[in-house]
C-alpha cells in the first residue's frame, strides 16, 4: 500500500516549517496517532493570488467538496476525501503539516504530465537496445525544476476550466520549447493523441494534510524521431534546464515521476 514520503519529516520547502514527524505507520489517518500536533503553514505569497483560494474558515467563501465547484475540479481521483472541521483530508494520510502550504487549492490541486518520448538512435539512425536486457532504450523529454533542482516531467497546473489536453500541450511548449517556430507540428504530435499511463495523487514535497496534488499523465511517443524528437529543447517558465534523458532503472525523478515513466516503459516494452 502506498504511503506518501516526499512531504513527510522534512522542512517545508522555502519556508523554515518544520513538518511533525510522521513514521510509516503512522501515515494512515486509521492509525491512532494522539500526540499528532503538526503546524499550520499557508505560504505568505500565495494570498489573494488568482489561482489561489481563500483562506479557511470564511464566511463567504464555501467551496463545494468532491465535486466540480464552479471551473475549479475539487473532485479527487481517489473517490471521496474526507472533510474534518471544514477541511480537506489528504487521502493518504498524515504530513505533519496543516494549511495549504504553496499550493493555491484546498484539497486536490489537479496537474497534467506529458511524458514525450522516442527511441535512442545512432547516428545512422539505428534504435539503439541495452546490451544485458536486449530491449530498446527508451528516452523521454526532462526538465529541471527551479524550486528544488530536481529533475522532473515538465508538467504543470490545469487551470481553471481548462481541459487536460490542452493542459498537457501548453506546458510542455512553455517549459521544454519556451519558443518555438514549430507551432504546427507541436499542434500535431499531441493533437495525435497520448496514451494515459497514471491518473491520481502525486508525492510532492508541497502536499500538507488539507492539500496535495494530482495529476493526470500522458505518454505522447515519437515511434520514428521525426516530429518532436527532432526538435531543439529549451527550457522555460519555472524549468532551468532540459534534456532528453534515457530511461532505466537509475532515473531518478522529483516526486514519483520515476513510477509513473516505468508505466510507459512497461507500455512500450522499453528497456529499465
Ligand atoms: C508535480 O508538480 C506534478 O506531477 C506536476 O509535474 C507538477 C505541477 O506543479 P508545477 O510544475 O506547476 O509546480 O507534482
Ligand atoms: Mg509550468
Ligand atoms: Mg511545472
Given at each position: 500500500i502506498?504511503r506518501?514520503l516526499?512531504?513527510?519529516?522534512n522542512m517545508?520547502p522555502?519556508?523554515?516549517?518544520?513538518r511533525?514527524?510522521?513514521?510509516?505507520e503512522q501515515?494512515?489517518w486509521?492509525e491512532?496517532?494522539p500526540?499528532?500536533?503538526?503546524?499550520?503553514y499557508?505560504?505568505?505569497h500565495?494570498g489573494?493570488?488568482?489561482?489561489?483560494?481563500?483562506?479557511?474558515p470564511?464566511d463567504?467563501f464555501r467551496?463545494?467538496w468532491n465535486?466540480l465547484?464552479?471551473?475549479?475540479?475539487r473532485?479527487?481521483f481517489h473517490?471521496a476525501?474526507?472533510?474534518?472541521?471544514?477541511?480537506?483530508?489528504?487521502p493518504i494520510?498524515?504530513t505533519?503539516?496543516t494549511?495549504?502550504?504553496s499550493?493555491g487549492?484546498w484539497?486536490?490541486?489537479h496537474a497534467?504530465?506529458?511524458?514525450v518520448t522516442?527511441?535512442?538512435r545512432?547516428?545512422?539512425?539505428a534504435i539503439l537496445?541495452?546490451?544485458t536486457?536486449g530491449?530498446?532504450i527508451?528516452?523521454m523529454v526532462a526538465i529541471q525544476?527551479?524550486?528544488n533542482?530536481?529533475w522532473?516531467?515538465?508538467g504543470?497546473m490545469v487551470?481553471?476550466g481548462?481541459?487536460?489536453s490542452v493542459?498537457?500541450?501548453?506546458e510542455f511548449?512553455?517549459?521544454?520549447?519556451n519558443?518555438?517556430?514549430?507551432?504546427?507540428?507541436?499542434?500535431?504530435?499531441f493533437?495525435?493523441?497520448g496514451?494515459?499511463?497514471?491518473?491520481?495523487?502525486?508525492?510532492?514535497?508541497r502536499?500538507?494534510?488539507n492539500?496535495?496534488m494530482e495529476?493526470?499523465a500522458?505518454?505522447?511517443?515519437?515511434e520514428?524521431?521525426s516530429?518532436?524528437?527532432?526538435?531543439?529543447?529549451m527550457a522555460g517558465?519555472?524549468?532551468t534546464?532540459?534534456?532528453?534523458?534515457d530511461?532505466?532503472?537509475?532515473?531518478?525523478?522529483?516526486a514519483n515521476h520515476?513510477?509513473?515513466?516505468r508505466?510507459?516503459?512497461?507500455?512500450r516494452?522499453?528497456h529499465w
Amino acid at each position: 500500500i502506498f504511503r506518501h514520503l516526499m512531504c513527510r519529516n522534512n522542512m517545508y520547502p522555502r519556508s523554515s516549517v518544520l513538518r511533525y514527524p510522521v513514521s510509516d505507520e503512522q501515515v494512515f489517518w486509521s492509525e491512532p496517532f494522539p500526540d499528532y500536533c503538526p503546524p499550520a503553514y499557508t505560504a505568505p505569497h500565495i494570498g489573494g493570488q488568482v489561482w489561489a483560494d481563500p483562506p479557511l474558515p470564511s464566511d463567504t467563501f464555501r467551496p463545494q467538496w468532491n465535486q466540480l465547484d464552479g471551473q475549479v475540479n475539487r473532485e479527487s481521483f481517489h473517490g471521496a476525501y474526507n472533510v474534518q472541521n471544514g477541511l480537506p483530508l489528504n487521502p493518504i494520510g498524515r504530513t505533519g503539516l496543516t494549511g495549504r502550504g504553496s499550493l493555491g487549492r484546498w484539497g486536490p490541486n489537479h496537474a497534467a504530465d506529458p511524458i514525450v518520448t522516442r527511441w535512442k538512435r545512432d547516428g545512422q539512425g539505428a534504435i539503439l537496445a541495452n546490451l544485458t536486457t536486449g530491449k530498446n532504450i527508451i528516452q523521454m523529454v526532462a526538465i529541471q525544476r527551479s524550486d528544488n533542482k530536481l529533475w522532473a516531467i515538465p508538467g504543470g497546473m490545469v487551470d481553471p476550466g481548462e481541459n487536460v489536453s490542452v493542459t498537457l500541450k501548453r506546458e510542455f511548449t512553455e517549459e521544454a520549447l519556451n519558443f518555438t517556430d514549430k507551432a504546427n507540428m507541436v499542434e500535431r504530435f499531441f493533437q495525435a493523441g497520448g496514451v494515459q499511463v497514471y491518473q491520481g495523487y502525486v508525492d510532492d514535497f508541497r502536499n500538507t494534510d488539507n492539500a496535495w496534488m494530482e495529476t493526470t499523465a500522458l505518454n505522447f511517443h515519437d515511434e520514428d524521431g521525426s516530429q518532436v524528437g527532432q526538435l531543439e529543447l529549451m527550457a522555460g517558465d519555472d524549468a532551468t534546464n532540459v534534456r532528453w534523458t534515457d530511461v532505466d532503472s537509475n532515473l531518478k525523478l522529483h516526486a514519483n515521476h520515476a513510477d509513473i515513466v516505468r508505466e510507459v516503459v512497461i507500455r512500450r516494452n522499453a528497456h529499465w
